[in-house]
């Protein structure tokens, strides 16, 4: 029994630890705890929207942000505690692991931009100077009256007023000025163009090269706006900008909301799924399926039956929009016009990575171009006195690459729709 007791002697003979030693090695441990602290607030959500100038972040940034915070905060806190309480810090450390592997793909798979490697959804080479007003930007205020505006914002190539409206504030009318609204989506705001690019600043521009000194063009344009939306819109503005005259660019927001609501709203256009559209991991796995397999005939003849049993007689929300649109300006007095915009799905001569494009829709959205065609044919056959007008032909005889999506194009693409746009404007506007 004498053998299991403690020797004193050797228990005198282990080294002792100073107690300078302790205090320094403590000092290095704040210290490294410090700096994982700090640098969890570099990536926190609160630091992204300080140093962006946003006002609110979207799901993704702000999910990947939250994740990486709580690893590196257990990081720090497993630095500083000591026996049991260190233990309990590696368990968690090791339980959220996986999730921060996953948060660091998803982020490097965002700066590649790996879906569009693996199918081409989009190509932004072409523009020259464009904005960085792109997804994962929320600037759009709360709804009212049937529309959203913007906050106001200035920078990055994008000037929001204090209304809501990227194009000038309202100011009393010149004599004998005549003024237009172009009413659109993002095609019409400029989705990833600079203010001086859009359509109605191009347009303003060439309205003054023409000498039409006394005509003023305001961009009523919404992302994602549809019809509905873009009235509602011009309702509440006409009075409070003077509006003498109309263009509605119009198309692909009622094409895709007349798709899914044939789809049955899939994924992507509900609230959650949104959310989930927009992590480049879950794209890219989209993209390989619908480019590596061809759409099931179960899917196909499910579209096309659900087409099929829409209600007789019904010539789709793009059509539906033009009406209601048009009884509104007959009722107020306005001229208007509307512009059934291109798509790539229509060129016939695509240029650059067109091609690539056109085919990743047409695999992503089995059926869209045959639904294109149907909605764009019933708003051409409208009796509404040569008031809608097809510019899908606009590029057919063009050398080059103008679009960079489905239907947003680059500089080239709006000056090259603005000229067709021109004599639109001109025919109704009055005499010099």
């Known amino acids: 029994m004498d053998t299991l007791r403690p020797d004193p002697a050797a228990a005198e003979m282990r080294p002792k630890q100073a107690p300078g030693a302790a205090r320094s090695n403590r000092t290095v441990d704040y210290l490294a705890a410090a700096l994982i602290a700090g640098l969890a607030f570099a990536v926190s959500p609160v630091a992204i929207r300080m140093l962006s100038g946003r006002s609110e972040l979207s799901f993704r940034p702000w999910l990947l942000g939250v994740t990486f915070d709580l690893f590196l905060l257990l990081v720090a806190g497993a630095v500083l505690a000591r026996g049991r309480a260190r233990r309990f ?6 339980c959220t692991l996986p999730l921060v592997l996953l948060a660091a793909l998803e982020t490097l798979a965002g700066a590649v931009h790996l879906s569009d490697r693996v199918a081409v959804f989009q190509d932004l080479s072409t523009i020259r100077r464009g904005s960085d007003w792109g997804p994962g930007k929320n600037h759009l205020a709360a709804e009212k009256d049937g529309f959203v505006v913007y906050r106001p914002w200035s920078g990055n190539g994008v000037t929001i007023n204090a209304l809501g409206l990227r194009t000038a504030l309202p100011a009393p009318k010149s004599p004998g000025e005549h003024r237009i609204a172009v009413v659109g989506s993002s095609e019409t705001w400029g989705f990833r163009l600079a203010d001086a690019d859009t359509i109605p600043a191009l347009l303003q521009a060439a309205l003054r090269d023409h000498g039409h000194g006394e005509i003023s063009i305001y961009n009523f344009g919404i992302e994602d706006a549809t019809l509905s939306r873009e009235l509602a819109l011009l309702r509440y503005f006409k009075d409070i900008y003077g509006i003498d005259q109309v263009v509605f660019v119009a198309g692909m927001s009622d094409l895709y909301s007349e798709y899914f609501a044939i789809q049955g709203a899939p994924l992507g256009r509900t609230r959650a799924g949104s959310r989930i559209a927009s992590f480049e991991l879950y794209r890219t796995i989209e993209r390989m399926r619908s480019t590596w397999f061809e759409p099931s005939p179960q899917r196909l003849a499910l ?10 007689g019904k ?19 306005l001229r208007c016009d509307f512009v059934l915009q291109p798509l790539v799905l229509f060129r016939h001569t695509p240029g650059g990575t067109e091609p690539e494009i056109a085919q990743t829709y047409r695999r992503q959205y089995p059926r869209l171009d045959v639904l294109a065609s149907q909605i764009y044919r019933n708003a051409l056959g409208l009796r509404l006195n040569g008031r809608v007008h097809d510019l899908t032909g606009v590029f057919d005889h063009s050398p080059g690459q103008f679009f960079i999506d489905e239907v947003h194009l680059n500089e080239a693409g709006n000056a090259a729709l603005v000229d067709e746009l021109l004599p639109i404007v001109t025919a109704k506007a009055p005499a010099k």
Not at 303 to 312: E, N, S, V
């Open 315 to 333: 010539s789709g929300r793009l059509a539906d929009g033009i009406v209601s649109a048009d009884a509104y300006c007959t009722e107020a007095g």
């Open 303 to 312: 579209f096309d039956a659900r087409y099929a049993a829409r209600p007789a």
């Open 89 to 94: 810090f590696f368990a968690l450390i090791a």
